[in-house]
């Protein structure tokens, strides 16, 4: 494996899955060295009873179509720069009333790329790029910043400096970004093409006097077990400092799939994830992956999305692919509260727990998957539902979400 080729390695361990965050492939030549790509891109969410509340409507609505257009100015075999620009609008809208709407014009990346150097060994990135782990767990966001690949014994080692939003991405108006540095060593070993393992340190270094502060030093890796048997694990922990308080924490992240070699190639799935009362991730986090589906989703829940922070997620999952461009997914959630607390660290719902009962609740999510890769057309449907445990009120009702992804590369 190449230096250069690290770069694109979380996202080829996901290609199985669509992702819509992912730029548009630039394909078509526009001038001697210069080519082009272009994304239609189509989300609709509907969040309903947030608060868990059945006295009062809390219906929010979130339409954004866009699209994205990419560059790649390739002179050199070592030399790439590229930018793309997400170019569209936002429209909210709560209990039938249009709460906000917004015109989009992003830079989303925009970075120059020196690779196979040294014999194919070294490469370095420079400027507004993607991070992402293979699960999206430690992060999953466009950053900026400088990073090197080094290949050395077979390991691949990412080295990097990195900030968000220390450009502005929003190119109509000011945003505040954000002022938390991120110094990074991700090492991974590929045993094959399908399993890695990969060791990381990561601290978050925060510039605004607020002292948000966590280290993390963590193990992931997945792959096969055997041609039928996926499994993934993470490992990690945090300490540091989080205000004027230390901490100490642990989590985990374990789980596998197997999938049936029979038509429709039906699988099972079972998963559980841990985190210590002052565990928390990185806030960088995306949470998203495929179990066998053709599609991403949030597999800690599409309508909680909680922060694996003083929690335990335990997954059952069942899916088909009726045909190779399709999937169904039906993922079953069970969550409960390491130590019992009135606080979320970080999730979709708006109500908080009582801090006496541990059972946060489940969930139930069924997603529909279609993309094909010759047309270039990606499709998700997601719809979930998530029912209250006895750490609120009695009285509290289900929630819901249906969100649809949608994207056409041309």
Do not use: C
Request: no cysteine; charged share 25%; proline share 3%.
């Amino acid at each position: 494996m190449y230096a250069s080729e690290s770069s694109g390695q979380a996202r080829k361990a996901r290609s199985e899955g669509f992702d819509p965050n992912e730029p548009p492939e630039t394909k078509y030549e526009i001038l001697p060295y210069l080519t082009f790509g272009s994304q239609l891109e189509f989300e609709y969410k509907l969040d309903r009873n947030k608060d868990l509340d059945g006295s009062t409507d809390e219906d929010l609505s979130t339409i954004e179509p866009a699209v994205v257009l990419a560059f790649s100015f390739d002179p050199f075999s070592f030399l790439q720069a590229f930018v793309s620009f997400k170019i569209g609008a936002e429209f909210e809208i709560e209990d039938g009333r249009n709460k906000k709407d917004r015109a989009i014009f992003e830079l989303e990346e925009g970075y120059l790329f020196f690779k196979d150097l040294f014999e194919d060994r070294f490469s370095f990135q420079i400027g507004r790029q993607q991070f992402d782990d293979e699960r999206q767990w430690l992060y999953d966001a466009e950053l900026d910043g400088a990073r090197a690949f080094i290949l050395h014994w077979g390991i691949v080692t990412q080295l990097s400096f990195s900030r968000g939003g220390f450009v502005n991405r929003d190119l109509l108006r000011k945003d505040a970004g954000d002022k938390i540095n991120n110094y990074a060593v991700y090492s991974t070993y590929y045993f094959n093409e399908d399993t890695n393992i990969a060791a990381y340190f990561l601290a978050r270094d925060d510039t605004t006097g607020e002292n948000n502060s966590p280290i993390f030093l963590g193990v992931h890796s997945d792959g096969e077990v055997s041609g039928n048997l996926d499994y993934w694990l993470e490992l990690a922990y945090v300490t540091g400092e989080d205000g004027n308080n230390n901490i100490s924490g642990f989590g985990f992240d374990v789980g596998s799939t197997y999938a049936f070699d029979v038509r429709f190639e039906p699988s099972l799935t079972l998963g559980y994830a841990f985190g210590t009362r002052e565990f928390r991730q990185t806030e960088l986090q995306g949470n998203e992956g495929d179990f066998n589906g053709v599609v991403d989703f949030l597999y800690y829940g599409e309508f909680f999305e909680p922060e694996l922070s003083n929690m335990s997620i335990i997954t059952a999952a069942t899916g088909i692919n009726p045909t190779e461009e399709s999937s169904i997914d039906l993922v079953y959630h069970y969550y409960f509260q390491t130590k019992a607390s009135d606080e979320l660290r970080d999730s979709n719902l708006d109500a908080e727990p009582d801090g006496i009962n541990k059972s946060l609740g489940s969930e139930l999510d069924l997603i529909l998957g279609y993309e094909q890769k010759e047309e270039k057309l990606a499709i998700a449907l997601s719809l979930g539902v998530f029912f209250p445990g006895n750490a609120f009120p009695s009285d509290a009702v289900n929630g819901f979400i249906t969100k649809l992804v949608m994207a056409y590369e041309f």
